[in-house]
Nanobody, 124 residues
Framework: QVDLVESGGGSVQAGGSLTLSCEAS????????LGWFRQIPGKERERLAV????????NYSNSAKGRFTISQDAAKNIMTLQMSSLQPEDTAMYYC?????????????????WGRGTQVTVSA
C-alpha cells in the first residue's frame, strides 16, 4: 500500500506555469514506481511521466516532453511535476500514482495506488 496526496493544482492563464506535488506514504520499505497522470473530461487517462522512488529511471510521454519536468525527493517521499507553457488543452484532473515493481518497468506498469487528484485549469 502507498498512500498518495496531491497538491498544487489551480487556475492559470495560458503560457503560465504550475508545480504539482505528491506526498507518498509507503507502507513498506520496498522501492516503487511513481507517476503523474491526467484525465481530461471525456478522454482516457493519460500517463505523463514516471520516476522510481529513488529518483532514477525518469520517463516522459510524448505529450509531456519539453514542457513538464518530474522529480523525486527520495528523502522526503515527495514527487513534483513542474509544468510550463501551459495551454487550455492541459486543463484536466492530475493524479499521482504508485506501484511496487522494477525501476526499468515503471513506464509500462498498470498503477495500483492512486491519489484523489488535483485540478488544473488553464484559461485562454
Amino acid at each position: 500500500q502507498v498512500d498518495l496526496v496531491e497538491s498544487g493544482g489551480g487556475s492559470v492563464q495560458a503560457g503560465g506555469s504550475l508545480t504539482l506535488s505528491c506526498e507518498a506514504s509507503p507502507h513498506t520499505n520496498h522501492r516503487y514506481c511513481l507517476g503523474w497522470f491526467r484525465q481530461i473530461p471525456g478522454k482516457e487517462r493519460e500517463r505523463l511521466a514516471v520516476v522510481y522512488s529513488d529518483g532514477s529511471n525518469i520517463n516522459y510521454s510524448n505529450s509531456a516532453k519539453g514542457r513538464f519536468t518530474i522529480s523525486q525527493d527520495a528523502a522526503k517521499n515527495i514527487m513534483t511535476l513542474q509544468m510550463s507553457s501551459l495551454q487550455p488543452e492541459d486543463t484536466a484532473m492530475y493524479y499521482c500514482a504508485a506501484r511496487y515493481g522494477v525501476d526499468t518497468l515503471c513506464a509500462t506498469y498498470v498503477y495500483k495506488y492512486w491519489g484523489r487528484g488535483t485540478q488544473v485549469t488553464v484559461s485562454a
